[in-house]
């Protein structure tokens, strides 16, 4: 089983700050969290950030020099911290990681999601 936890999100006014956690667990192979997506009601889900096992990362046009994703291996943690925040950035924040077990095809799982509100 993997199991991908975020946590963070919150009611910030436009201009702050928020920082999102996540997580990733997972039995009989190794489970790491890679990137961040959001979903705004009545939008599909889009990515935001992404980060990989080297330290590369790439951020999404809308965010750029507003967010910023780091990792930490030693706790198996993936971090985004948002600067900045718009009302635009509003929506669930949903952590990806990736799953890899000898002999089979990497596999994506999704957290169940934070939610992030930009409201004056």
């Known amino acids: 089983q993997v199991q991908v936890v975020e946590s963070g999100g919150g009611l910030v006014q436009p201009g702050a700050s928020l920082r999102l956690s996540c997580t990733a667990s997972g039995s009989r192979g190794s489970a790491k969290p890679v990137g961040w997506y959001r979903q705004a009601p009545g939008n599909q889900r889009e990515w935001v950030a992404s980060i990989t096992s080297g330290g590369v990362t790439n951020y999404a046009d809308s965010v750029q020099d507003r967010f910023d994703i780091s990792r930490d291996d030693a706790k198996n943690a993936v971090y985004l911290q948002m600067n900045s925040l718009k009302p635009e950035d509003t929506g669930v924040y949903y952590c990806?990681?990736?799953?890899?077990?000898?002999?089979?095809?990497?596999?994506?799982?999704w957290g169940q999601g934070t939610q992030v509100t930009v409201s004056s």
């Open positions: 990806r990681a990736q799953f890899v077990q000898l002999g089979r095809p990497v596999r994506y799982y």
